[in-house]
């Protein structure tokens, strides 16, 4: 065996701490400034008069802004019907598996007739969280929806209708087009966020 080369540099160990802090993924919730994001939300709520919740993939809440639906809402809540039915949707919107590489929005139809609109918030492949845009009424849709109807014994039908007309009506391409612009928005200032962390946190092990 012949004697070790003085002038091959020997392979230094792998810093385990460097693959540790490029490999760590924080929360989204710790990607956002929550205030600032939050400003950002209101103006896409105040534009297109459609509300818009945020989950980080823990189902933690870290956005919820309600416009038109807040009224009408709280009467399917009244009911217990309408309360087993809600509590359902929004179960479902919560925590339904969206699909990686996002290739098509999600939708959920709520027994009222109204929709919400699910986007996955992502970061070179994976998920940090979801956007969920609704409730909204359906172009399409011309009165309340079956579900509701068959609970009309629970309800006041003729004042359900007239709470729910304060709710935004919009074609599902519209809100599908919006969906996918506040999700590429989300996605861009999280990249930005990153970024910032991932520099802050090897300059910090760099210099312990």
Request: glycine residues 6%; hydrophobic residues 35%; charged residues 25%.
């Given at each position: 065996m012949g004697?070790?080369?003085?002038?091959r540099?020997?392979l230094?160990?792998?810093?385990e701490?460097?693959?540790?802090?490029l490999?760590?993924?924080?929360?989204?919730?710790d990607?956002?400034?929550?205030?600032?994001?939050?400003?950002?939300?209101?103006s896409?709520?105040?534009?297109y008069?459609?509300?818009?919740?945020?989950?980080?993939?823990?189902?933690?809440k870290?956005?919820d802004?309600?416009t038109g639906?807040g009224?009408?809402?709280?009467?399917m809540f009244?009911?217990?019907p309408?309360?087993?039915?809600?509590t359902?949707?929004?179960?479902?919107?919560?925590?339904?598996p969206?699909?990686?590489l996002?290739?098509?929005?999600?939708?959920?139809?709520?027994?009222?007739?109204?929709?919400?609109?699910?986007?996955?918030?992502?970061?070179e492949?994976?998920q940090?969280?979801?956007?969920?845009?609704?409730?909204?009424?359906?172009?399409e849709?011309?009165?309340?929806g079956?579900?509701?109807l068959?609970?009309?014994?629970?309800?006041?039908l003729d004042?359900?209708?007239?709470?729910m007309s304060k709710?935004?009506r919009?074609p599902?391409e519209?809100v599908?087009?919006l969906v996918?612009h506040?999700?590429?928005?989300?996605?861009?200032?999280v990249?930005?966020s990153y970024r910032?962390h991932?520099?802050?946190?090897?300059?910090?092990e760099?210099?312990?």
């Amino acid at each position: 065996m012949g004697a070790p080369n003085p002038s091959r540099p020997s392979l230094a160990p792998v810093d385990e701490r460097s693959e540790s802090v490029l490999n760590d993924r924080p929360p989204l919730r710790d990607l956002l400034d929550l205030p600032s994001f939050t400003d950002v939300c209101k103006s896409f709520v105040e534009m297109y008069r459609i509300g818009v919740k945020v989950f980080d993939t823990d189902g933690t809440k870290l956005v919820d802004i309600k416009t038109g639906s807040g009224d009408f809402c709280a009467y399917m809540f009244t009911k217990m019907p309408g309360r087993v039915a809600c509590t359902e949707t929004v179960t479902y919107i919560k925590q339904h598996p969206l699909p990686m590489l996002r290739q098509a929005n999600e939708t959920r139809d709520c027994f009222s007739g109204c929709r919400y609109v699910m986007a996955a918030i992502e970061h070179e492949g994976d998920q940090l969280g979801r956007v969920i845009f609704g409730p909204f009424v359906p172009e399409e849709q011309q009165d309340l929806g079956d579900g509701l109807l068959e609970m009309g014994g629970s309800f006041d039908l003729d004042q359900a209708r007239l709470l729910m007309s304060k709710i935004r009506r919009a074609p599902e391409e519209t809100v599908q087009r919006l969906v996918n612009h506040f999700a590429k928005v989300t996605e861009v200032l999280v990249f930005t966020s990153y970024r910032s962390h991932l520099t802050t946190q090897l300059h910090i092990e760099t210099i312990t």
